[in-house]
């Protein structure tokens, strides 16, 4: 590609709905151009629990993009949540198609549908699949077939699935909001891939992406998702602690985590104190910062307690790459160091580089407009059509385009390996 190529990435978070538009150039260039967060309504610990307010949401976010751009998203690229995934190791094995016995992309496509059908989760779908390795007749270890000749092709690969409920409901709301689906990923694998380094990656090394309502870890070795979970605690969980145990009100906890929050105490802060408002009465408690950062540990340690007793129920013993935390919790002052101490192992904290994205929060994102990039490069089947057009002269209304929703889609795509694996569960919103 010499031309830098647009994508638009819409991340569905429990606390906010995140729409990123990216310039990319190569893997390891992504110019961010476009960013739109929205206080997300209608999720709830990745789960959709009301449509109409999560399609408010999007269109929200969205809409804050587009004015950034000053055009109009059409097409986006999905991350979804870890909620009821599962990873699953399969195999696939095709004979080679022609006389001349030379692999062709049909016979890539073939052989990586033929591991797709090996999904054992009769109420999950194939949401994204990934070749660990080809085997062309006795020869393996081939990372790209296409051009040898061969008589047998096999494929290792692993599979990536979601809840058919989960799928169909984040979809439904997609389209609701008047986009087009270019290819759904899930964020834990696209953000390891993005936030991890390749020694990280081949090493063995878990992600743990705290966000409001959930913390997703994931685990990379070989530079392979093994392992993906999520725990149903998050930042908002520290929110309420705060709130119940100082007896303030939620949004005065939410501004305390925010200024004050702490997960760690050195010896300078511990005689620091704070004065804040009680509920119900006309009262200013004053209490030290070293209890803050006490009621702040109890909770962080019974999420790390939980990750641990994940890891140790999914057989992950050793961690030799550490840790490295990403999502909105991972803000918090301290956190790197009360973590290091508490999985007694090496912990980093991995935030977005690019201009105007300097967040952990937007890891998510920002890491499937790079993984959509790589794959594309690799099958090329992205569509030509920009996911962005120009806003029509005196419109001002970033939501007209959206106002008339469930339009048939006319024009056929590509038949590709990744169209095809998106097709399967395309058909839960027809």
Same mark, same amino acid.
């Given at each position: 590609?010499?031309?830098?190529?647009?994508?638009?990435?819409?991340?569905?978070?429990?606390?906010?709905?995140?729409?990123?538009?990216?310039?990319?150039?190569?893997?390891?260039?992504?110019?961010?151009?476009?960013?739109?967060?929205?206080?997300?309504?209608?999720?709830?610990?990745?789960?959709?629990?009301?449509?109409?307010? @999560?399609?408010?949401?999007?269109?929200?976010?969205?809409?804050?993009?587009?004015? #950034?751009?000053? #055009? =109009?998203?059409?097409?986006?690229?999905?991350?979804?949540?870890?909620?009821?995934?599962?990873?699953?190791?399969?195999?696939?094995?095709?004979?080679?198609?022609?006389?001349?016995?030379?692999?062709?992309?049909?016979?890539?496509?073939?052989?990586?549908?033929?591991?797709? =059908? #090996?999904?054992?989760?009769? &109420?999950?779908?194939?949401?994204?699949?990934?070749?660990? $390795? +080809?085997?062309?007749?006795?020869?393996?270890?081939? $990372?790209?077939?296409?051009?040898?000749?061969?008589?047998?092709? *096999?494929?290792?690969?692993?599979?990536?699935?979601?809840? $058919?409920?989960?799928?169909?409901?984040?979809?439904?709301?997609?389209?609701?909001?008047?986009?087009?689906?270019?290819?759904?990923?899930?964020?834990?694998?696209?953000? /390891?891939?993005?936030?991890? =380094?390749?020694? *990280? $990656?081949?090493?063995?090394?878990?992600?743990?992406?705290?966000?409001?309502?959930?913390?997703?870890?994931?685990?990379?070795?070989?530079?392979?998702?093994?392992?993906?979970?999520?725990?149903?605690? %998050?930042?908002?969980?520290?929110?309420?602690?705060?709130?119940?145990?100082?007896?303030?009100?939620?949004?005065?906890?939410?501004?305390?985590?925010?200024?004050?929050?702490?997960?760690?105490?050195?010896?300078?802060?511990?005689?620091? /104190?704070? @004065?804040?408002?009680?509920?119900?009465?006309?009262?200013?408690?004053?209490?030290?910062?070293?209890?803050?950062?006490?009621?702040?540990?109890?909770?962080?340690?019974?999420?790390?307690?939980?990750?641990?007793?994940?890891?140790?129920?999914?057989?992950?013993?050793?961690?030799?790459?550490?840790?490295?935390? =990403?999502?909105?919790?991972?803000?918090?002052?301290?956190?790197?160091?009360?973590?290091?101490?508490?999985?007694?192992?090496?912990?980093?904290?991995?935030?977005? @580089?690019?201009?105007?994205?300097?967040?952990?929060?937007?890891?998510?994102?920002?890491?499937?407009?790079?993984?959509?990039?790589?794959?594309?490069? +690799?099958?090329?089947?992205?569509?030509?059509?920009?996911?962005?057009?120009?806003?029509?002269?005196?419109?001002?209304?970033?939501?007209?385009?959206? @106002?008339?929703?469930?339009?048939?889609?006319? *024009?056929?795509?590509?038949? %590709?390996?990744?169209?095809?694996?998106?097709?399967?569960?395309?058909? +839960?919103? &027809?």
């Amino acid at each position: 590609m010499n031309q830098p190529e647009l994508y638009v990435a819409l991340d569905l978070g429990s606390n906010s709905v995140k729409c990123v538009i990216g310039e990319v150039a190569d893997e390891n260039t992504i110019h961010v151009i476009g960013v739109g967060v929205e206080n997300s309504s209608g999720i709830n610990k990745g789960n959709i629990v009301n449509i109409d307010a @999560t399609v408010a949401s999007i269109k929200r976010a969205v809409a804050k993009a587009e004015r #950034m751009m000053g #055009m =109009t998203v059409n097409k986006v690229i999905l991350g979804i949540p870890a909620n009821q995934s599962s990873i699953q190791d399969v195999k696939g094995v095709v004979a080679v198609n022609g006389d001349s016995r030379e692999i062709s992309d049909d016979d890539l496509d073939r052989v990586l549908e033929s591991a797709a =059908t #090996m999904l054992n989760s009769p &109420d999950h779908e194939v949401v994204n699949q990934i070749p660990k $390795k +080809f085997t062309v007749d006795n020869l393996t270890d081939i $990372k790209d077939p296409r051009g040898m000749l061969g008589i047998r092709l *096999e494929v290792d690969s692993t599979l990536i699935s979601s809840s $058919k409920t989960v799928l169909h409901n984040i979809l439904r709301c997609v389209e609701r909001a008047g986009l087009d689906v270019q290819q759904i990923y899930l964020k834990a694998m696209t953000s /390891g891939n993005f936030a991890l =380094t390749d020694d *990280e $990656k081949s090493r063995g090394t878990m992600l743990l992406d705290m966000g409001a309502e959930s913390t997703t870890l994931s685990v990379f070795k070989e530079d392979i998702l093994t392992n993906v979970a999520m725990i149903p605690l %998050g930042g908002d969980n520290l929110v309420k602690d705060l709130s119940g145990v100082l007896k303030i009100d939620t949004s005065q906890a939410r501004e305390l985590l925010y200024d004050y929050g702490r997960a760690y105490c050195d010896e300078k802060m511990i005689k620091e /104190g704070l @004065t804040v408002p009680v509920v119900g009465i006309d009262f200013k408690e004053q209490f030290a910062l070293s209890y803050i950062v006490d009621i702040l540990q109890d909770r962080l340690s019974e999420i790390f307690n939980l990750v641990l007793d994940e890891l140790y129920n999914q057989g992950v013993e050793d961690l030799p790459g550490g840790i490295v935390l =990403t999502g909105g919790v991972a803000n918090l002052d301290g956190i790197q160091k009360f973590a290091n101490e508490h999985f007694n192992s090496r912990v980093r904290i991995a935030s977005p @580089t690019q201009m105007g994205a300097r967040n952990p929060e937007l890891t998510g994102a920002i890491g499937v407009i790079q993984y959509a990039f790589v794959e594309g490069m +690799f099958y090329g089947e992205f569509s030509d059509e920009a996911p962005l057009e120009p806003i029509q002269q005196g419109n001002n209304n970033y939501n007209d385009k959206r @106002t008339k929703m469930d339009q048939d889609q006319s *024009e056929e795509p590509k038949q %590709g390996v990744m169209v095809k694996l998106k097709d399967m569960f395309n058909r +839960f919103i &027809d």
